[in-house]
């Protein structure tokens, strides 16, 4: 691991580096993203994406006069957040809320549009929302079907968009956001398991479905490892209950306006769908249909902003990206951190 912890001794970065990858999420890409970040005198960040702080102690280590701005849709994050700004006073600022909420967290700080050096975006879930049963997020661990990230604000749950959605939406979930082959016949088999009586309340009752629709297909992931048939499907749920992708449009074109000009973005995908909003963004190629992927119909889970907001900006690129290809993880950090494999980092320079 390349060690960026100037000023410490060598037993305190080993003791700091360990400490990092003790915590319940261990945070992905760290020295790559620090490294992009560079951070300096009095630089000020936000951590979009604050889970368990990973990213953001990392920062502050690396210069003792950085502020880093620390937002999270889940409650579980800020209260870590919390604590964090007990041990680095004044230092952390805590931020509970959506990307799409940033303006109005900010306004009430008196923090203004073009005054961050750099904005970080690890997207997804984290392995505290993964690893606890009773959020639903998780395959291998039974419990309800829920999936919210803010289960303080949002109401509807996977098990709801199950019992709620008609066909074609649900097709249209599987479809877009899992990426699923059989997203017409699993679609079909949610909607008859309504007329047998069986609504699907925990993720064991979502897997045995999806396990008795794709009864032959054997499927492996990235590290060839076998994956189970409903990955696609809880990843597609995940999706659409924390309307993530529309969010991460949103957050990107935020951190075009938070950011100062010659700031630095950087994102961490972990799939697809993330990259190609952020490549898009890169490259000035967004207009008002792909930033509007299946508005949420069926919940109260809306965002304050509207993309024609922002149509005077996003015609045109107004980011230069630094890597010239994606960064990823080394072998050693898939091997110690499976979560890692298919991450893919962007950092890109606001020009305008
Ligand atoms: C992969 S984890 C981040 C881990 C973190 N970098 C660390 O080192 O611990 C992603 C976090 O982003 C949060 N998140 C995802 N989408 C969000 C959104 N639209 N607004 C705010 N937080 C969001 C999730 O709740 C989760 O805690």
Redesign the pocket.
Known sequence: MRVFLRGLSLNSKTKTIRQLSN?P?K?VLLEEATKYLAPQNGSRFI?????????TERILQENETVVVYC????PA?CSIAQTLSERYPNRVVPLK????DLPTLLKGLGCTMNSFDGILF?????S??FDTASRGFAISKNGPLDMR?DPEEQSLTAADVLAVADQSDLYKIFKVYGEEKHSKKIANAVIESRYLFKPLKTTRDLCELVENVCDKDRRHDMLKRPAHPATKIFQALRIFV?N?LN?INH?ILLANRYLKIGGILVTIAFHSLEDTIVKRHIQGNVNENSANILPLKYSTNTMNLQTSDFLNVINDSCWHQVNKHVVTPTIEEVEENPRSRSARLRAAIRIK
Do not use: C, I, V, W
Not at 122 to 126: N, Q, V, W
């Open positions: 915590r999420h945070p951590d979009m994406t604050f889970g368990a702080g990973g990213h937002l999270d849709r889940d994050a809320g959506k990307f799409s690890d997207y997804g879930a984290s505290m929302q990230m924390n993530e969010e957050g």
